[in-house]
């Protein structure tokens, strides 16, 4: 079949809105016809050259939600009409780490850049005779998408599928990166750097833990506003500008968490970070930074980080396996005690997808989101 896509053919680049065609699903595969995706900022980093993919051109997206249409042979566990959310990491289950129960860190996490499916091959491919990889093994942002049965989770209806679709990623990822990465205790005063998509589901999983003060850091006035609205107690245009209200809370010896969630973290910022934390404390890396950091992190040497116990947690999906994860936060959202809808800032149809980049850039958006139908 032919369906529309936002394709990178050239990176750093724009996104083109394309036709393409789109193979039937393959064993254990399923046909989706896509509802909602999330602009998240892991793909604008493909578009701008910090991270790359090993195939293009490429279709991007790893935010969605949509129904199943068709299976492929052998699929289980699935059937058509049933409402989905993707993984961009498809937990084989048989792994050291699935195995573990930490299925965030399966090896086939390995593929999230290559660009194929599982079994080597693309499902996409162009007007003009290319393959059209998928980072993530997904490639959200296309009106029909052919997945791998394990890069999907079945949820209930009740939820809107224009609503789920931010659990696949960046709430997940922020809400984790406090609760489980952080382990923010009841009374902790957390500093959260940078709140916007994800950011902003760290302030929500700092609240829900019993943090009794969490500090929101952003240089956007709007977003410091907006902090405040989803659990934020105070907010600060940068960490240095903090740093006095975190030190008269704790007695001048620095944060029990701070966590890292700017759309583009530079080793600095984590020397940043690193330092506004207290003895014993956590310091939870959830955004990413270009390929091209040398690994240097300023601020940070080896005696202080032992003599000083300090930690620093890397957060990958939020440190929660997705199946485990996506269905808890979606209950949390039936029962109040989770914002989705006011994380929505601006949704956009397929082919506005390099104006919602640029508002996310901006820092006009918490999340812009593609409607299909729109």
Known sequence: MKTRAAVMRN??????????????PQ?????????????????DHLAQGDLHSDHLPVVGGHEGSGIVRSLGPGVKGLE?????????????????????GIQNLCDRGAMILVGTQLDGTVRMHSSDGLDVGTPGLLGTFAEWQVYDQDSLIKIDKDVPLEIACLVACGVQTGFGSATTAGDVQPGDVVLVVGVGGIGMNAVQGARESGAAHVIAVDPVPDKQKWALDFGATESFESI????????HLTNGQG???AILCAGLVHNELIGEGFQAIRKAGTLVVAGIGPETDDGRMPGINATMLAMMQKRIQGALYGMKSPREAMPMLLDMYRAGKLKLDELVTTTYSLDQINEGFDDMR???NIRGVIHYNK
Do not use: N, Y
């Open 11 to 24: 990176a750093p680049g724009k996104w083109s809105v394309e036709e393409v065609e789109l193979d039937d």
């Open 27 to 43: 064993a254990g595969e399923v046909l989706v016809q896509m509802v909602a995706s999330g602009l998240c900022h892991s793909d």
């Open 80 to 100: 058509v009409g049933d409402h989905v959310l993707t993984s961009f990491i498809p937990a084989c289950g048989k792994c050291r780490w699935c195995a573990m």
């Open 240 to 247: 240095d500008a903090a740093m006095d209200r975190v030190r």
């Open 255 to 257: 944060a029990d968490v």
């Open 362 to 364: 901006g820092g006009r």
